[in-house]
């Protein structure tokens, strides 16, 4: 059986990185073996972000599997000023980001990074009868995308993603993710002029929540 525990993402550091460690201990109490934490970088209601740095090395000192869902916010990493958010990834296992959230595509496609290509490959892609292989698959010199799906019948997202940055190159990307940041600030310069509105949360990009 799979059990799931879910955390309170209005927490502060300290409580979140509290709950972590009693979810860790109750789990092995029970004689069950912990083995994945998912992490948001950028929620889907508010856009808030986890503290990924601490709540991961907590994950690594106990052996846990990483994963951070930066589905929406993770794009924005392409600019500068949102560069500081990769030092949070040292003890990520794997990170993926949406590409048709907010890079221009309008069809899906998914970035994903893994930290360790060979364990992914081994774990979930073992089987790799001759014919498939490449020549230097034992020594991992060639990447062959074909043991990064679960099928090989799936739509080729890659050419999708592939082609918008051909299209936009990494100014345009840059241009259009400033572009709504800019906007979303000017909503929330409006929201707050008027006594009416409140804001809820901190504006980090094109997401505004208020009431």
């Known amino acids: 059986s799979v059990y799931f525990f879910f955390f309170n993402d209005t927490a502060t550091t300290e409580i979140y990185t509290e709950q972590i460690v009693g979810s860790v201990r109750c789990v092995q109490e029970t004689g069950l073996i912990p083995f994945w934490v998912g992490i948001n970088m950028g929620t889907t209601s508010t856009c808030q972000v986890d503290p990924i740095a601490e709540i991961s090395a907590i994950c690594k000192a106990n052996g846990l599997f990483v994963c951070v869902d930066a589905a929406y916010l993770g794009a924005a990493q392409v600019c500068e000023e949102y560069e500081y958010l990769w030092k949070q990834l040292d003890n990520v296992d794997y990170y993926i980001v949406n590409f048709a959230k907010w890079m221009l595509s309008g069809l899906n496609g998914t970035m994903f990074w893994v930290k360790n290509r060979h364990e ?92």
């Not at 490449?134 to 999708?160: M, P």
């Not at 993710?177 to 409006?190: D, G, M, P």
């Open 120 to 211: 992914y490959i081994s774990t979930f892609m073992a089987e790799d009868p001759e014919y498939l292989r490449s020549l230097n698959v034992d020594g991992y010199e060639i990447v062959n995308y074909k043991d990064w799906q679960s099928g090989q019948g799936h739509r080729f997202a890659a050419l999708r993603v592939w082609y918008v940055i051909r299209k936009f190159g990494v100014e345009g990307l840059q241009e259009n993710i400033r572009n709504v940041v800019s906007l979303s600030k000017y909503f929330e310069s409006l929201l707050r002029s008027d006594k009416r509105f409140q804001i809820i949360g901190t504006v980090k990009s094109g997401l505004v929540c208020y009431r």
